[in-house]
């Protein structure tokens, strides 16, 4: 089946630090890849994404590239700012049996101190 | 911009006590999803909906039901709470556009359920 790694957390950085939060994944097909945020008390919310491979999703200073070589799709940002803060939650979508079957990674806890 | 709306925020529960959760979306999206986030497991999926009239189960569906009661809301069922449902519940929606699996779920703000 299936299947989303991402590093464990939490990680703790100083703001304007440079962040990767790595992400591998195991699939059968050709999935599509997503980062996912989720803030205290809140749902996940969409980061970036990309459909295929080599393609670059990013968004609000956040980028990945979908590896398919190495089967990667590690978040960074070149400076992390404190409201950065939150869980982060890679993802990996495959249309199976008339749904969107999503995998989830178990997320990584990123802080950022001023 | 409503989105995704869950209602309630907060559940305690009894053991062997029933509830349910309600979800609504109006984004027009075809399916919606249920989710329980645990410490360490990420998201599992209970029960889905792919389409108005048509729900199926997921990963971990014991102990629920749902009713997908028209294409905005989607209901989860506990009909015997036990405490290994203590979780927080995500529903989540999104447009599936055929044979493409690059559709991002939107979700809610979640349930928190403790199950005493």
């Known amino acids: 089946g299936n299947s989303v790694t991402q590093m464990e957390g939490p990680v703790t950085l100083s703001e304007e630090a440079f962040l990767t939060i790595n992400c591998t994944y195991t699939?059968?097909?050709?999935?599509?890849l997503f980062w996912y945020v989720q803030y205290p008390g809140e749902g996940l919310q969409l980061l970036l994404k990309?459909?295929?491979?080599?393609d670059k999703g990013s968004n609000k200073g956040f980028e990945a590239t979908y590896r398919k070589e190495t089967t990667s799709f590690h978040l960074e940002k070149g400076s992390v700012q404190v409201s950065d803060s939150a869980v982060y939650f890679c993802?990996?979508?495959?249309?199976?049996?008339?749904?969107?079957?999503?995998?989830f990674g178990t997320g990584t806890k990123l802080q950022v101190i001023p | 911009n409503a989105g995704v709306t869950q209602t309630p925020k907060f559940q305690v529960l009894k053991t062997g006590q029933s509830m349910t959760l309600q979800c609504a979306q109006d984004?027009?999206?075809?399916?919606m999803y249920w989710y329980r986030q645990d410490p360490g497991m990420g998201l599992r999926l209970i029960y889905y909906?792919?389409?108005?009239?048509?729900?199926d189960k997921g990963e971990v569906p014991n102990g629920y039901n749902v009713s997908r009661l028209n294409k905005r809301e989607f209901s989860l069922r506990l009909e015997s709470a036990a405490p290994s449902q203590t979780s927080v519940y995500f529903c989540a929606s999104a447009q599936l556009r055929g044979g493409s699996g690059g559709s991002p779920l939107h979700f809610g703000n979640g349930t928190r359920l403790t199950v005493t």
């Open positions: 699939a059968t097909g050709y999935p599509s």
């Open positions: 990309a459909t295929k491979a080599d």
């Open positions: 909906s792919a389409s108005e009239g048509t729900t």
């Open positions: 993802a990996l979508s495959e249309p199976t049996g008339g749904y969107q079957k999503v995998t």
């Open positions: 984004m027009n999206h075809n399916s």
